[in-house]
C-alpha cells in the first residue's frame, strides 16, 4: 500500500503508526525520491507540507486513563 500512496504525485507524506510499540514512521516526499524516518515515544514528527507537527506521545495517549 505505501508504495500505492508514493505513487500519487500529490502526496507529500505517508504516516505509518505502529501498533506494538510506540512509533510512528514518516515517509516523505523530497526533490532525491523518499525518504523515511521514525520517532519513537518523546519524540515529535513534522509533516511541512500540512503545517503539522505530531507528537508521537499523544497519538498513543490513553484518552481512558
Known sequence: KLADYQ???TVEHVV???H???RVDVCSRTPAGWTTRSFR???SASLE???C???VDDVY???LA
Do not use: F, S
Request: hydrophobic share 50%; aromatic share 0%.
Open 7 to 9: 505513487r500519487i504525485p
Open 53 to 55: 507537527t505530531l507528537v
Open 20 to 22: 506494538d510499540a510506540p
Open 16 to 18: 505509518l503508526v505502529a
Open 49 to 51: 507540507a500540512v503545517d
Open 61 to 63: 495517549r490513553d484518552p
Open 41 to 43: 515515544a518523546g519524540d
